[in-house]
């Protein structure tokens, strides 16, 4: 395989590459902005070129088998809605478009944060005009689904709604990392974990509930998928949701420490915008890609703490 990675650096892109190597890959063209926070993560990968984003030239597609566009702005809080369209629906569409007419394969980030608060279900067979994003970045990609749909184009474009990944070289994602490292330094610093207080009272304390996914197991799906004839838009979770109680009590457990979490105000700006509960419906990702393995909460956590965070 020859693929292409955008957003090469980045927690899920690095992953990619990672398995990708794993699979004997090294044909691979990194595609992203480096900085000084994230090129280490391309450290220990094999790839055959690296181009900001900026230079790269979508007529180069025709190069390669497939591209995994993972590069976009990630930030739930950004509020520059000119930079979001740019970079999260534009650019996408703009590659979308050079891939299929190269008739190469294109699979592409959405988010579970198109789902909004969940109250039309988070069904990736239900129809995306029905969906309302909470935050200007789940509707910046919320946009590109409606374009595709509105323009069959998954029929031959897979768009693949990841829900709360985390893993190995999220560092710097900095307030966007994952509760898992940003759990374990607080840990390591205090002795105690703060998770935000509920606002819903169907919720308690902590009891906020979300579907985690190991990096790893996203990365591997998303390359299942670059070997499938299907096509779609898909959701890509564990399919179980987990309280941040159960997720921090689980990194305590990895370092062999009794559990301390206290519970704090929530930001003002976040409250009316904060997802309460996500679970993946993930029946038609079972139904479409073979051997998915997916890491028990427990296991990924205890991989993530000692043998990445734990060995800094």
Known sequence: MKAIVTGGAGLIGSAIINRLNELGCREILVVDFLNEKNWSNLTPLKFSDYVEADKFKSKWIKYYDVVFHLGACSDTTETDCKYLIEN??????????????????????????????????????????????????????????????KNNLFDRITGLKYF????????????????VFKAFHQIKEKGFVELFKSYNPDYADGEQKRDFLYVKDAADITIKFSQSTSSGLYNVGSG?????????????KALNIEPSIRFIEMPEELKEKYQYFTQANIGNLINTVN?????????????????YLNKK
């Open 88 to 149: 999260n629906f534009e650019y996408t569409k703009k590659l979308a478009k050079k891939s299929i007419q190269l008739n190469k394969k294109f699979i592409y980030a959405s988010s579970a944060a198109t789902y909004g608060d969940g109250s039309n279900g988070m069904s990736d067979s239900s129809p995306v005009d029905g969906l309302i994003p909470l935050n200007m970045y789940g509707y910046s990609k919320h946009l590109f689904d409606l374009f595709a749909a």
């Open 291 to 307: 051997n998915i393995r997916l890491t028990p909460l427990e296991e990924a956590v205890d991989d993530y703490v000692n043998n």
């Open 240 to 252: 179980q949701a987990s309280s941040w109680v159960e997720l921090v009590t689980h990194i305590f």
């Open 164 to 179: 709360n990944v985390f893993g190995p070289y999220e560092a710097h994602k900095g307030k966007m990392s994952s509760i």
